[in-house]
């Protein structure tokens, strides 16, 4: 194995998953607060109200991350924590919860990795609009600048957005996420702002100096064809379109892809995406966070019966599940090569900068033994394989610098709640008593020496 030097290996995390403490210090509601409390949205009607309540556990956070032997640690920043609005002034209680959670890491000699929004968009902005509202990406770069010059001394990766193509499909699309919208258009709408507020808050940032690094986190997935048709293969081209080129392709060359405008029209209207808009989406970054979590298995879908895996409305295409995959409690198929194939790609079509994984892991059913402890073999056997994809693809060229595995603890997942367990810590969620799983040793032991078991 080869992991260079000064590879980093860390954990992830995201505000709303993780922080509770959300009628407190000031923090103004986001979508997700008014999202969860909507009967019928989350698993079990869980709300990140109270989630691991890591706010009034920091020092204690702080500390399992020291422990772990964490090097880098990604967190997410709440928005309506520092601008309870989503404009105007600064939550000055808000602002110090993250100057506490920076100098912690700080003396422990973790790196920080903040990324600026992970889904939680002030309720304000949304009642005029959220994201299909231009406005919205000009509040998140003057939101970035506020917790730029705050911390930018202190932390030297910066991520903008977390995985726009959820925000955009899963949220004003299929609106199984908050705001929990339906529409294509405003899916459409949604992905050009988002992709616009990073171009902003990347400029915004660049302009007040600094040596930081700048980047945002893309979610991708190759698509691969269920049958070797014709329509399998328009299927799965379609499905790569939307789920990566749509996004990689405006940031790292200027444009949307053709295909795409040909079945988006909306992405060629004047009054969506004005002059300028994509020089300033496509300005330089100066790496790629890339989320890793499965490929998708693509079959046409002519609309007859459910679909198995995820559908693609309006692309006459689902995912389904590759013969013989194991798959995750999520339901996803276990398939490393695909972050391999991901990477190399990115590399050989659409950018040499540097690259990060922001996330990759797994749910499977935890649960604590009678002895208290939380034998995980399958997270351990998860990574190892994934970590192996990663060094193939620095093999092959790809200049990867560091890894942060989803998550440091079990936290909030989403329309899921606390049903799907994703740690490298188990948290007993009546208690809050963190437990690190085997698999915290484990990635202990391959921190250390930068490298992994023999096989
Ligand atoms: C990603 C999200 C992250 C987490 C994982 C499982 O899409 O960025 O917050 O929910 O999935």
Redesign the pocket.
């Known amino acids: 194995m080869a992991f260079p030097e000064g590879f980093l290996w860390g954990a992830a995390t995201?505000a709303y998953?993780i922080e509770g403490a959300a009628h407190e210090d000031g923090r103004g509601r986001s979508i997700w607060d008014t999202f969860s409390y909507k009967p019928g949205n989350v698993l079990h009607g869980d709300t990140g109200d109270v989630a691991c309540d890591h706010y009034h556990r920091l020092e204690e956070d702080l500390d399992l991350m020291g422990e772990l032997g964490l090097q880098a640690y990604r967190f997410s920043v709440s928005w309506p924590r520092i601008q309870p609005e989503g404009s105007g002034p600064v939550n000055g209680p808000g602002l110090d919860f993250y100057r506490r959670l920076v100098a912690g890491l700080r003396d422990r000699s973790i790196t920080p990795a903040l990324t600026l929004y992970?889904w939680d968009l002030p309720q304000r902005l949304e009642d005029g609009g959220g994201w299909t509202s231009r406005d919205t990406a000009d509040r998140f770069a003057e939101y970035a600048a506020i917790v730029y010059e705050a911390l930018a001394d202190e932390v030297p990766v910066w991520i903008t957005l977390?995985?726009p193509w959820?925000s955009a499909w899963l949220g004003y699309g299929l609106g199984v996420h908050a705001p929990g919208r339906h529409g294509t258009g405003e899916a459409l709408s949604a992905t050009h702002h988002l992709l616009l507020g990073h171009g902003l808050a990347t400029a915004a940032m660049r302009e007040m100096g600094g040596d930081n690094q700048l980047g945002i986190t893309l979610?991708l997935s190759p698509a691969h064809v269920g049958k070797d048709t014709a329509a399998d293969r328009e299927a799965a081209r379609k499905v790569d379109g939307n789920a990566n080129r749509l996004y990689l392709d405006p940031l790292f060359n200027g444009s949307y892809p053709e295909d795409m405008l040909d079945l988006y029209p909306r992405l060629a209207d004047p009054g969506l995406v004005r002059d300028g808009d994509l020089e300033t989406i496509s300005r330089p970054v100066d790496f790629l966070g890339v989320?890793y979590?499965r490929r998708h298995t693509v079959r046409e879908d002519r609309g007859t019966g459910r679909a198995s895996g995820m559908s693609f409305p309006g692309l006459g295409a689902k995912t389904v599940q590759p013969h013989g995959a194991e798959t995750t409690a999520m339901g996803w198929p276990i398939e490393p090569g695909g972050l391999t194939e991901i990477l190399v790609r990115i590399n050989e079509e659409y950018t040499r900068k540097p690259i990060y994984i922001t996330?990759s892991g797994a749910a499977f059913h935890d649960y604590a033994d009678p002895a208290g402890e939380i034998r995980d073999e399958e997270r351990v056997a998860y990574l190892d394989a994934h970590f192996r994809a990663a060094e193939a693809a620095i093999r092959r060229g790809v200049d990867l610098r560091g890894y942060f595995v989803?998550s440091l603890m079990d936290n909030f997942?989403?329309a899921e709640g606390f049903s799907k367990r994703?740690g490298l810590v188990y948290v007993e969620y009546a208690s809050k008593k963190r437990i690190p799983k085997h698999s915290a040793h484990w990635y202990r032991k391959v921190i250390w020496a930068n490298d992994l078991p023999e096989s």
């Open positions: 995201a998953q992970h977390n995985e959820v979610n989320n979590y996330e989803w997942e989403w994703f």
